[in-house]
């Protein structure tokens, strides 16, 4: 069967860079073009030439391979000509594969923003585009306030997505420009258009996310007969965003309603790096992804509860909406209070250690784990120091050291040259390699103190954990005021790359600080023997 194509515009480095906190540098926008185009976007939409230097610089030479480079900008002005005004005339010198000019195309707008009257609207409209078909440039428009002009003046709204088109633009693009449109609307009028004579292949959606439904909104346009979505990378855009390609691709890829009636310039090979796309695009952004994003997040195939990862183990369907790895992401089955002995198994599975279904060791890690978890400590953020707790419950942890002891001393005092000193002093009492050993450390803070004494002097494990490194180190109160449980979470790494967490908990925070560094150091030197021992096998 003949499936007919969705093009897909993205518009990260325009309408994402007006959402607030996000500033793109020129590198920044020829980085993500080239995510965008190598990923098979039809259309990226570089910026506003003429607006900002960074975009007039980023204009300045073409910047995709094989995605179509546009660029964005604002109708002509009313009572100018198109060769007069200055502009469009950027627009025009911009070294982009096509145009798209945001137009009025509610009356009240034209009236009150542009204050000119609704046939010089109509007017800008048809000379931009003939102007950006004239110099060779494919011509887009974006209807902005489409869902709203046409609810209080649908004749008028109409006539700017007709005058675009009869002027040659092969795409006019309905925005929800303030988001409030819902699906059953958007149904609707995108229907009217078509009905109207601007055929559904020439139309294009642009839907913000201020009631949550861009994408709803976006899939509703395509329903009704749209070929084009305009969105952006995790949904980044203007107030609440915009639709979120990083959704919207795997619905029309994978979705047979949309899969069996047509077809993205982006195949199964491409999709499977989607949940990569969308990482190093928040790594780009330097913030953290969110664990809860459709088809990408941490969290969208990940389970706690026991009787979901019980089905799931025995066949992934039960539980998923599509294979993870068609995007790039994982199956994950968590150990928690939520979780049974099949969350268990699996957990132990992965980690290398196997245990029968019905060993009593494994209840009594299960209960450990559901007691503890009461407590306060949280295992399915601390990967490490659950694999600690399974194999001391098992018997495979060596005794590597102890600590009789720790004592940590924070003095506010003046220094000699009469300035205000915080220092931090910890001493940590060992029993290492047979011998009791003092050590003593000063830090920045009592944890920084801590973490330092307690490596100081580790005898012959001493050199197996000059690699350590503490990368992150996050604290929750548990139950609010100064006497309440604490628990600390902490991630270290190693020359090998490898990151893992580890957890304590306590009503006093550098006694949870202090079980956090201690598994942390006792996973190093058993992970070291796990590779040892793996590389004498080979
Ligand atoms: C819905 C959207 O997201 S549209 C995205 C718009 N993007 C941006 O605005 C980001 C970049 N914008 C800018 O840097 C500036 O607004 C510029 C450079 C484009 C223009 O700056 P200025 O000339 O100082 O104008 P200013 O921003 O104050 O106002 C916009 C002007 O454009 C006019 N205008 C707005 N839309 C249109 C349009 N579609 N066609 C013609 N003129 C328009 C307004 O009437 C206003 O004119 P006025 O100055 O005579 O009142
Ligand atoms: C054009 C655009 O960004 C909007 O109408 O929302």
């Not at 945001?102 to 931009?128: F, M, P, T």
């Not at 190693?494 to 006694?511: E, F, H, L, Y």
Request: glycine letters at 8%.
């Amino acid at each position: 069967m003949n499936r007919e194509k969705i093009y897909l515009f993205d518009t990260t480095l325009r309408d994402g860079q007006q959402t607030p906190g996000i500033d793109f540098s020129v590198e920044d926008k020829i980085a993500i073009a080239r995510l965008l185009d190598e990923f098979g976007m039809d259309y990226i939409e570089g910026g506003y030439p003429g607006a900002n230097p960074t975009d007039t610089t980023f204009f300045r030479q073409k910047r995709t391979t094989s995605a179509g480079f546009v660029a964005f900008g604002m109708t002509k002005r009313a009572g100018v000509s198109a060769s007069n005004d200055p502009g469009l005339a950027v627009l025009l010198q911009a070294k982009a594969d096509a145009i798209c000019f945001v137009a009025k195309s509610w009356d009240y707008h034209v009236h009150v923003a542009l204050g000119c009257s609704l046939e010089e609207n109509l007017a800008s409209i048809r000379d931009s585009v003939e102007a950006a078909r004239a110099a060779s440039r494919e011509a887009m428009v974006d209807c902005e306030h489409f869902f709203d002009g046409y609810k209080a003046n649908p004749a008028y709204a109409l006539d700017c997505a007709r005058t675009a088109y009869e002027a040659g633009a092969r795409w006019i693009v309905l925005c929800d420009t303030n988001g409030g449109t819902q699906p059953q609307e958007v149904r609707e009028i995108v229907a009217a258009v078509i009905a109207s004579g601007v055929p559904g292949s020439h139309l294009g959606i642009h839907a913000h996310n201020d009631t949550g439904q861009a994408v709803a909104n976006s899939l509703a346009a395509v329903e009704a007969g749209v070929r084009q979505i305009q969105g952006t990378l995790n949904g980044i855009g203007e107030r609440c965003g915009n639709a979120n390609l990083v959704t919207i691709i795997p619905t029309l890829a994978l979705k047979p309603v949309y899969a069996d009636r047509f077809e993205i310039g982006i195949d199964a090979d491409r999709l499977s790096g989607l949940t990569h796309l969308s990482h190093s695009f928040d790594e780009l952004l330097n913030r953290s992804p969110d664990h809860q994003l459709p088809y990408v997040g941490a969290s969208a195939f990940a389970t706690k509860a026991g009787i979901h990862a019980s089905a799931l183990l025995k066949d992934p369907k039960t539980y998923e909406h599509v294979p993870p790895e068609t995007v790039g992401n994982f199956r994950k089955v968590m150990v928690s209070d939520q979780g049974g002995k099949s969350n268990f198994l699996n957990a132990l599975k992965r980690r290398g250690i196997s245990v029968d279904k019905d060993d009593p060791k494994l209840d009594r890690l299960i209960a450990l784990v559901k007691e503890r978890e009461a407590t306060g400590y949280a295992y399915e953020g601390a990967d490490a120091s659950f694999e600690l707790l399974a194999r001391r419950i098992l018997g495979t942890v060596p005794d590597f050291f102890s600590v009789e002891s720790f004592r940590v001393m924070v003095e506010r005092r003046f220094d000699a040259n009469g300035n205000l000193k915080t220092v931090s002093e910890a001493v940590v009492k060992m029993a290492v390699d047979g011998t009791t050993v003092m050590s003593v450390a000063e830090g920045h803070g009592p944890v920084n103190a801590l973490d330092l004494a307690l490596r100081k002097d580790l005898g012959s494990y001493q050199a197996e954990i000059a690699d350590l490194e503490l990368v992150d180190y996050k604290v929750r109160i548990l139950n609010g005021g100064t006497e309440a449980i604490t628990r600390v979470l902490i991630e270290s790494t190693d020359a090998t790359g490898i990151r893992w967490w580890t957890v304590g908990v306590s009503d006093n925070i550098i006694d949870a600080s202090f079980q956090a560094l201690m598994d942390s150091i006792i996973y190093k030197l058993m992970k070291n023997r796990d590779l040892a021992g793996r590389i004498a096998a080979e």
